[in-house]
C-alpha cells in the first residue's frame, strides 16, 4: 500500500501516467475490498493522489470510506487524519458518514499532538465542504489557543 500510495504521489501532477493509475485505483479498491490493514499514513498519501488526479469515482469514494471507518481509532495520527478529509473535502459527493467518524477519530487524539498545520487542514476541509460540526470546533479552539502563535504561518490562517 506505501509503495502505491508513494507511486502514485510522485507522479500526481505529470502529464500521462494514466495507466499507472487507472491500475493504481484497482489496486486500491483491492486493498480496500480484502482484509488487507492498510496504515492510516498509506491510506492518506493513495486519497490524496487520486484527488490531485480527478481519478476518485463514486464508488471508490465510498470504498475508500469505509475502510477508513473501519480502521482503529488509535492508529491515526493528526496529519493522517487533515490529510484524508482534505482530500475528500475535494470530492464532489464526499462521503458524510466519514466526515462524522473522523471528527470522533480527532477529538480522541491526545490535543499535544495537534500542530498548527495538521489543525488548519482539518478546519480547513470541513469548511471546504460543508460540513458542520460543532463539537469538533469548540474542541478545536482549546487546541489552536494552545499553540504559539509563530508556528502559524499565513497558509495556516488563510
Not at 469515482?57 to 492508529?75: F, G, H, N, Y
Not at 496529519?79 to 475535494?90: D, M, P, R, T
Request: charged share 20%; net charge positive.
Amino acid at each position: 500500500a506505501k509503495n502505491v500510495a508513494l507511486a502514485l504521489n510522485s507522479v500526481s501532477h505529470r502529464q500521462g501516467f494514466n495507466a499507472m493509475f487507472t491500475a493504481g485505483a484497482r489496486r486500491i479498491r483491492l486493498l480496500c475490498t480484502s482484509n488487507y490493514k492498510l496504515h492510516t499514513q498509506s491510506l492518506a498519501m493513495m486519497v490524496n493522489a487520486l484527488v490531485k488526479r480527478r481519478m476518485l469515482d463514486a464508488s471508490l469514494v465510498k470504498d475508500i470510506s469505509i475502510t477508513a471507518q473501519r480502521i482503529d481509532p488509535e492508529s491515526y495520527s493528526p496529519q493522517s487524519v487533515a490529510i484524508i478529509l482534505n482530500a475528500f473535502s475535494k470530492v464532489a459527493r464526499h462521503d458524510s458518514e466519514l466526515f462524522l467518524y473522523m471528527s470522533e477519530v480527532a477529538m480522541r487524539l491526545d490535543k499535544r499532538m495537534w500542530d498548527a498545520q495538521a489543525c488548519a487542514l482539518l478546519l480547513n476541509s470541513y469548511a471546504r465542504s460543508g460540513e458542520r460540526d460543532a463539537n469538533l470546533f469548540t474542541h478545536f479552539e482549546d487546541i489552536i489557543v494552545q499553540q504559539p502563535l509563530n508556528s502559524f504561518t499565513a497558509q495556516n490562517v488563510a
